[in-house]
């Protein structure tokens, strides 16, 4: 029985192994809807403004709170840790969502929640320079994201949003039938076993 367990146990734990890896999410698209606004296109480039950068350098920008920008990321993905820069002297909102339509908040970003004080500001929820423990969340699994700006001094800006996690179906059936087929055949190598036991003993 021993051996059976350690067989499943070490089948499981490849499982986990797997699905838990956590690596950068690239939206299939994305979207700015309410009023007009800058370089949509650096928003999810992949270039993170410097610290203390200008609020239009390599950033998209705005102006109003009636701005909102829309991550597809094409299917539902564990959400686990996210990175922005923003414009530092003002708030945004980030929610996510299963369908488009009905809306969660995620973390919220207060004036001046960073160590800038005037310019562009890099926060993350992951362990590193800029982690900011305000931010943090429980792991979500959704499709939609979305960030938009809800007060300040009226000119916004994005420089970089990236969010980070796995596929909820993270092990397809081919690589779980590898784990498992070890598994299923170690099981009947070992009833085999007992069942060859109990016949000698007769």
Do not use: C, H
């Amino acid at each position: 029985m021993n051996k059976l367990k350690t067989i499943i146990g070490t089948a499981v734990l490849s499982l986990v192994s797997i699905s838990t890896y956590s690596a950068t999410l690239s939206p299939t698209s994305i979207s700015g809807t309410g009023g007009a606004f800058f370089n949509l296109d650096k928003i999810n480039d992949g270039y993170i403004p410097t610290e203390f950068a200008e609020w239009r350098e390599n950033t998209t920008y705005w102006n109003g709170t009636d701005r909102v920008f829309t991550f597809d990321y094409g299917s539902l993905f564990n959400i686990d840790e996210v990175l922005v820069s923003v414009d530092n002297n003002d708030a945004y909102k980030v929610q996510w969502s299963v369908d488009n339509s009905t809306w969660n908040e995620l973390f919220q970003i207060t004036v001046n929640m960073g160590e800038v004080r005037d310019g562009m500001d890099t926060m993350t929820t992951f362990p590193s320079d800029e982690y900011i423990s305000a931010l943090n969340f429980s792991s979500v699994q959704t499709q939609y994201l979305r960030i938009f700006a809800t007060g300040g001094d009226n000119s916004y800006s994005v420089g970089e949003f990236t969010a980070y996690g796995s596929a909820v179906s993270a092990v397809p059936i081919p690589a779980a039938a590898l784990l498992f087929g070890p598994a299923l055949l170690g099981l009947f190598g070992f009833r085999r076993s007992i069942k060859n036991s109990v016949i000698n003993l007769n």
